[in-house]
């Protein structure tokens, strides 16, 4: 991991840098072009009958919007929960909730200032949307019409979440959002023919909204230009129910609502297959703690850093979504559940995590968990597994919700 010891200001001058050079070459998404420009895809919203003990009819609600190390921090709130999202990466800085006793904490990992994410050497992508596409592919490369596409590798010989400058170091434009279902923001961001070794342009969207009973929505979206591309995004927030400085994550109880997952190789990458996870570390149809057979999956992830296939297993849903999980935190009494449109979802111990955040708090690895609904990894090179390519003119949609709730 990456020091982020370096003064700030060297931090945003050499981000800044970089993105006059992304701006140079891409097409119109200076801010001229973005404050004439109304997205072509404004994304839907809806809303979930279920009970949660989060807001009440008297409790305020807004979208406010502040500058901080020349970023925009935007705050949605709603009720007792609370939570920023920054223009640099779409990547959410926090997000709080309340506990069983109704005290609120903040239960994702991140930085005090939006510029620390800026450090263009960091490889934790904490709270950001990763892209083009997330994940990992073979051997930094595909072939798609015909043509070998060659990416840069930036995870040993593959390409990791877009590549080196992959979504989560670019500034977004966004704006507010009035959709009738809760405080809400979009940022937007267009990516051009070439960047990062993709072919095709791509307008893409992400919207983030506050709804009732405790839900946290993520809505992705992405217009492929004149030429068919791969398109795979994911949020990649890093959570911890106890508190984002609590520690180990171990002894948390959860529960993935997936009866099969895509084995991987010694480089972490997808072998083609698709197993049952029955007899298996990574069996948690049944509710239990993260750490309880842990070890048994430290080779070569350092923990679970595996992608399971979602669907087939019902136990309910959101607005048609499957669910993909549900966690508790035994201790404060929190809950999250997810639920998604995508067909996979990685699930990360935070293995290699190590640096220091939010009021000084040294992230180590299992002190927090991803679930990173998503695409399988690898796809765009394994014909057995659900594309995710995009053809012109086509929109790629992926949402997920995250419901918050206490035991």
């Known amino acids: 991991m990456a020091s982020f010891g370096s003064a700030k200001e060297a931090v945003v001058v050499l981000a800044l840098a970089l993105i006059a050079l992304s701006l140079s070459v891409s097409v119109e998404i200076g801010a001229a072009a973005a404050a004439a420009r109304t997205p072509e895809v404004l994304l839907r919203s809806s809303s979930s009958s279920s009970s949660s003990v989060l807001e009440s009819k008297m409790d305020e609600m807004y979208v406010s919007v502040d500058e901080v190390d020349m970023l925009k921090v935007y705050t949605l709130k709603r009720g007792k929960m609370e939570v920023k999202i920054t223009d640099w990466g779409a990547t959410v800085m926090s997000v709080k909730v309340p506990d069983a006793r109704g005290q609120v904490a903040d239960v994702v990992l991140g930085f005090d200032s939006p510029a620390t994410y800026m450090d263009p050497n960091s490889t934790a ?56 279902q809760g405080p809400s923001v979009q940022f937007y961001y267009n990516s051009f023919d070439g960047e990062q070794g993709f072919p095709g342009s791509l307008e893409v969207s992400v919207t983030y909204t506050l709804g009732e009973n405790g839900e946290f929505k993520i809505e992705m979206e992405a217009k492929a230009g004149k030429k068919a591309t791969p398109v795979n995004l994911a949020s990649h927030t890093y959570w911890n129910l106890r508190g984002h400085d609590s520690g180990t994550i171990l002894d948390h109880l959860l529960q993935i609502f997936a009866s099969h997952y895509t084995p991987v190789n010694e480089k972490i990458l997808p072998t083609g297959a698709i197993d049952p996870v029955q007899g298996t570390a990574l069996d948690f149809l049944e509710q239990r703690p993260v750490g309880t057979r842990i070890d048994e999956v430290s080779v070569p992830t350092g923990g679970y850093d595996h992608n399971y296939v979602l669907g087939g297993v019902d136990h309910g849903d959101c607005d048609g979504l499957k669910r ?9 009494g929190r809950v999250m559940e997810i639920f998604t449109s995508a067909p996979g979802m990685q699930f990360y111990t935070s293995n290699f995590l190590d640096c220091y955040g ?8 299992r002190n927090a968990y991803c679930f990173e609904t998503q695409g399988f990894p690898n796809a765009v090179n394994e014909p057995k ?23």
């Open 324 to 332: 993909a999980i549900r966690v508790v935190d035994p201790m404060s």
């Open 385 to 407: 597994f659900p594309t995710v390519i995009v053809q012109p003119g086509e929109i790629y949609r992926h949402v997920m919700v995250h419901r918050f709730s206490t035991s």
């Open 125 to 180: 992508y904490l709270g950001a949307i990763v892209g083009r596409v997330a994940n990992r592919i073979g051997n930094a490369s595909f072939k798609l019409n015909g043509r070998v596409y060659h990416l840069p590798a930036n995870d040993g010989n593959n390409t990791l979440h877009g590549g080196l400058v992959g979504f989560d170091k670019v500034l977004w434009q966004s704006q507010q959002l009035d959709l009738g």
């Open 358 to 365: 939010k009021g000084g708090a040294h992230y180590q690895p």
